[in-house]
């Protein structure tokens, strides 16, 4: 079974910086894809950031792009995401969430497309 246990979020002020972890444990493969999630209130649940370790390639949204950046530390079976220039949309619920092997990028942000979640942490930005 796999489990994903995220830490991290807090409170910061607009322009501030947070970093989110992600502690994976249960895989019995190396390949596998993991993501952030987030969700506003009143707002779907969203893909943020995603890395596979098939092709040590990483995913963006257009709105993070050059203010977030998704790493992984294998050793560690942690998955990290290095928040700057925060903003107050990005006000969430932060979710990690992880698959098996590899998605092709139509679905590398479908909530649907990972098996996996943890149970979240909560990023706050204010003013």
């Known amino acids: 079974q796999v489990h994903l246990v995220e830490s991290g979020g807090g409170s910061v002020q607009a322009g501030g910086s947070l970093t989110l972890s992600c502690v994976v444990s249960g895989y019995t493969t190396p390949n596998y894809c993991m993501a952030w999630f987030r969700q506003g209130p009143a707002k779907a649940r969203e893909g943020v950031a995603v890395f596979c370790t098939g092709n040590q390639k990483d995913y963006y949204i257009d709105s993070v792009k050059g203010r977030f950046t998704i790493s992984h530390d294998n050793n560690k079976k942690t998955l990290f995401l290095l928040m700057n220039e925060l903003e107050l949309e990005d006000s969430a619920m932060y979710y990690c969430?992880?698959?098996?092997?590899?998605?092709?990028?139509?679905?590398?942000?479908?909530?649907?497309?990972?098996?996996?979640w943890g149970q979240g942490t909560q990023v706050t930005i204010s003013s």
């Open positions: 969430a992880s698959r098996g092997g590899l998605l092709p990028y139509v679905l590398i942000f479908d909530e649907g497309s990972y098996n996996y």
